[in-house]
């Protein structure tokens, strides 16, 4: 039997559900995640893949996201910013790159960059200039509605005692 009362707290503790693949996606691991190109300096999302149990991190760094610092022939070294107690410290880790993947937080701010080139490009064609500063969304524009008429509803009383009764 054991002892009932000793709780194991191994490294893979309670990922029971976070480090299993889900339905239908079990198995060996695509060729496409061995053929993507890390760069120092681009931003990835930690997502470790089970199905390859060597360069895992520790559960506490699932789901993150971290800038790549270091590049090696099988793992990228990405740093990340851990919570300890009250302070936020700059973890590096060695990660194989089964684990990781492209991250898509500056996608939108590259866009942005790119629209804005454009509208710049274009203003300075131009000569007038161009606001490229994001303002938060107003408050929508008022109305007034016109031909309302008020109809005042009664409501029809209820008879309990005539209720089962048809008539």
Same mark, same amino acid.
């Given at each position: 039997?054991?002892?009932?009362? #000793? =709780?194991?707290?191994?490294?893979?503790?309670?990922?029971?559900?976070?480090?299993?693949?889900?339905?239908? *996606? *079990?198995?060996?691991?695509?060729?496409?995640?061995?053929? =993507?190109?890390?760069? $120092?300096?681009?931003?990835?999302?930690?997502?470790?893949?089970?199905?390859?149990?060597?360069?895992?991190?520790?559960? #506490?760094?699932?789901?993150?996201?971290? $800038?790549?610092?270091?590049?090696?022939? @099988?793992?990228?070294?990405?740093?990340?910013?851990?919570?300890?107690?009250?302070?936020?410290?700059?973890? @590096?880790?060695?990660?194989?790159?089964?684990?990781?993947?492209?991250?898509?937080?500056?996608?939108?701010?590259?866009?942005?960059?790119?629209?804005?080139?454009?509208? *710049?490009?274009?203003?300075?064609? /131009?000569?007038?200039?161009?606001? /490229?500063?994001?303002?938060? $969304?107003?408050?929508?524009?008022?109305?007034?509605?016109?031909?309302?008429?008020?109809?005042?509803?009664?409501?029809?009383?209820?008879?309990?005692?005539?209720?089962?009764?048809?008539?």
């Amino acid at each position: 039997m054991g002892n009932q009362r #000793a =709780r194991s707290r191994g490294l893979r503790h309670g990922t029971r559900n976070m480090f299993s693949r889900p339905f239908r *996606k *079990k198995g060996m691991l695509n060729a496409t995640t061995f053929l =993507r190109t890390f760069r $120092v300096g681009d931003y990835v999302d930690i997502k470790v893949n089970p199905a390859q149990q060597k360069g895992m991190p520790y559960l #506490a760094y699932q789901g993150r996201t971290g $800038v790549v610092w270091n590049v090696t022939p @099988r793992a990228v070294g990405v740093e990340v910013n851990k919570q300890i107690g009250g302070r936020v410290a700059r973890k @590096r880790l060695h990660i194989r790159i089964e684990h990781v993947q492209h991250s898509r937080c500056r996608e939108d701010f590259i866009n942005r960059r790119i629209a804005n080139d454009a509208a *710049k490009a274009e203003a300075k064609k /131009t000569g007038k200039t161009v606001v /490229t500063k994001r303002a938060p $969304v107003g408050p929508r524009g008022g109305f007034v509605l016109t031909n309302v008429s008020t109809e005042i509803l009664t409501p029809i009383p209820y008879d309990i005692v005539r209720e089962g009764i048809k008539y």
